[in-house]
């Protein structure tokens, strides 16, 4: 650095499929919370056809959530993981299990 320009840098580009993971890592790791609140209210909508209750519907949608918030804080804290791509795929997926039982347990009960 001489007198505030880059001098040996000319026309460098790096290239490397890391920079292609990471990117897709981090647009993935981004739209996590965008992706629960859709899968919530989705949640919420499906149980409420199902139940006609709004009340049982918001205790189903909140149990959902909160045990998906304990799982996440058990993986990022206790267990020390980094939260990337694969562990919020696994909390996607872990959301709509979650929501489809309890969906079903409230609509039997």
């Known amino acids: 650095n001489y007198g505030g320009k880059v001098y040996g840098s000319g026309q460098a580009w790096h290239t490397s499929k890391i920079w292609v993971r990471a990117e897709a890592e981090q647009a993935i790791v981004s739209s996590t919370m ?3 609140a859709v899968s919530a209210g989705s949640g919420f909508v499906g149980a409420l ?3 006609k209750n709004a009340t049982l519907s918001a ?3 909140y149990s ?3 045990v998906t918030i304990c799982l ?3 993986m990022c ?5 980094a939260l990337g791509a694969i562990e919020v795929l696994g909390l996607i997926v872990f959301v709509g299990y979650s929501l489809t ?3 079903h347990m409230a609509h039997k009960y």
């Open 34 to 36: 965008m992706t629960l």
């Open 77 to 81: 804290v206790a267990m020390g993981w």
């Open 72 to 74: 996440a804080w058990f």
């Open 59 to 61: 205790m189903v949608v």
């Open 64 to 66: 959902v959530l909160g």
């Open 101 to 103: 039982y309890s969906l």
């Open 49 to 51: 056809i199902f139940t």
